[in-house]
């Protein structure tokens, strides 16, 4: 004979009922996992994007200064105007170039890493070595400068 949860033990003293403890905070749950889970992915990404436009904003300044713009009024028209080249490029080139890089290289391993995760088993440990490579790839921009970008 089997006893259901809500029985008494020979002591007199009930089981106590298995409570499931979530670690999301109930505000981000929803009835749909698909929901949660793309919240879930969003959030970080608001990060990521935030720390880019810093990121990117800093590299366009130092390579501004790299190629010899004059960096005595940051506000002056010669500033936001140089025409000077750094690595065959235009300092503020260097955002566009930079995302365009990213995407083809995105748009080239995507399928392959997508392959790769569906026909494997290994989902949850290719997820956490991508997050953290973008940590530690995040952690080096905090100590771009000068004589480092």
């Known amino acids: 004979m089997t006893e259901s949860p809500n029985e008494n033990h020979e002591n007199g003293n009930q089981s106590p009922e298995t409570k499931v403890v979530s670690a999301t905070p109930s505000c981000l749950e929803y009835d749909v996992p698909a929901q949660q889970g793309v919240l879930l992915d969003a959030m970080p990404r608001g990060g990521l994007v ?22 005595d009024n940051r506000e ?6 140089c025409a000077k080249t750094i690595y065959g490029f235009k300092p503020t080139s260097l955002a566009t170039g930079m995302a365009s890089t990213g ?20 989902r949850w440990e ?6 953290a490579i973008l940590f530690v790839a995040n952690l080096f921009q905090c100590f771009i400068s000068l004589n480092l970008w």
């Open 103 to 122: 995407t083809f290289i995105t748009a080239f391993l995507s399928p392959i890493i997508g392959a790769t995760i569906d026909s494997t088993n290994y």
């Open 126 to 131: 290719i997820g956490m070595l991508t997050a």
């Open 76 to 81: 002056a028209d010669e500033w936001i105007k």
């Open 50 to 71: 935030i720390a880019n436009i810093f990121l990117l904003s800093a590299l366009i300044d130092l390579a501004k200064e790299a190629a010899g713009c004059p960096s």
